[in-house]
């Protein structure tokens, strides 16, 4: 069933259940220039234009050609502060991209990022379509002992099981 209603300006939707609410994926080519805008906004790291643009209407839970959403490019390209402005507007922390990687995945190597998402109930077991986890990725780092414990002491699971194992 697509949806499609005055405050969504976008060319194709696809219909997506995430947990009890529903998101709308499409292809960043597909976006209007106000998504467009949102995501260059969002690598550039520009708070004042992402907060602007999300005034506007812009969807924080948009999805680019790569199938990443726009949490997961603020957790690799931006600040804390800008993951923060997204999830303030309804960015959904538990959004996958193609291989099933969350946001918390994509930046163990940054604490005040994971504490972030934890505290907007990112989910700390989730697993990627490899069945890598937060925890799993972080101990495959080098130099993030740190933040391993920190995922321990917050309810990463630590006997998770990885490539079948």
């Given amino acids: 069933m697509l949806h499609h209603t005055r405050n969504q300006p976008f060319k194709t939707l696809y ?10 994926i499409v292809s960043i080519n597909q976006l209007d ?3 467009k805008n949102l995501f260059e906004a969002v690598r550039n ?13 812009a969807n924080p ?10 949490l997961i490019n603020a957790a690799i390209y931006a600040s804390a502060n800008c993951m923060k402005l997204l999830l303030q507007r309804k960015a959904n922390p538990n959004l996958k991209n193609k291989y099933g990687q969350t946001p918390l995945m994509l930046c163990t190597h940054e604490l005040d990022k994971m504490k972030l998402l934890l505290h907007y109930d990112a989910d700390i077991n989730a697993k990627s379509n490899s069945e890598n986890t937060a925890l799993s990725i972080a101990c495959s780092e080098y130099g993030l ?16 099981k990885r490539w079948g194992g």
């Fill in 15 to 24: 219909k997506l259940a995430v947990t009890a609410t529903t998101i709308f």
């Fill in 145 to 160: 002992y740190k933040n391993v414990k920190w995922l321990i002491d917050n309810g990463a699971d630590a006997l998770f």
């Fill in 33 to 35: 220039a106000q998504q």
């Fill in 61 to 70: 839970n948009a999805y680019d050609d790569d199938s990443d959403n726009v």
């Fill in 45 to 57: 790291n520009n708070l004042k234009e992402v907060s602007a643009l999300l005034n506007e209407g």
